[in-house]
């Protein structure tokens, strides 16, 4: 690993998908007209096919909204196998550090479902696993409030 994306981002999140490649997720950065960071109002993402020593062209996800916070993204297998379904774990709001939300993706991450709010209060930096349990498999959601 070591390549970088064309679009700013940082914080950043990978999961595995079901062919092999990587996918990342970050949040996004902008320049202001003096060239300092801004936060942007949504997540950006991009490809691996090489382990990360090079990304495909990188793509903001207009169905993550985002204030400019750590997120965190997971494969979520079927019958222990890596599938096309990822969950992400973010702060789903365009300004402020609340709103903590699950977005799901059945596409390897190229669009993403209504979030499933979790917490509506203040949260910040997140972490979701997956869990494989006698009954199927679950996830687990840490977050900082």
């Excluded at 916070?69 to 789903?92: D, E, F, M, R, W």
Aim: hydrophobic share 35%; net charge neutral.
């Amino acid at each position: 690993m070591g390549g970088r994306t064309e679009i700013g981002g940082n914080e950043s999140s990978l999961t595995e998908l079901a062919d092999g490649s990587l996918l990342i997720n970050m949040r996004r950065v902008v320049k202001d007209t003096n060239g300092n960071d801004l936060p942007s109002e949504y997540r950006t993402s991009a490809i691996s096919k090489d382990g990360g020593i090079t990304w495909g062209k990188s793509v903001v996800n207009q169905d993550l909204i985002d204030p400019g916070c750590q997120g965190a993204i997971v494969n979520y297998p079927i019958n222990k196998s890596l599938s096309n379904t990822l969950l992400l774990s973010n702060a789903h709001h365009s300004s402020s550090r609340s709103n903590l939300c699950i977005s799901k993706s059945v596409d390897s991450g190229i669009s993403w479902t209504t979030p499933l709010v979790i917490w509506s209060g203040r949260a910040a930096y997140s972490d979701i696993i997956t869990l494989h349990m006698l009954g199927g498999t679950s996830f687990c959601v840490v977050y900082r409030m």
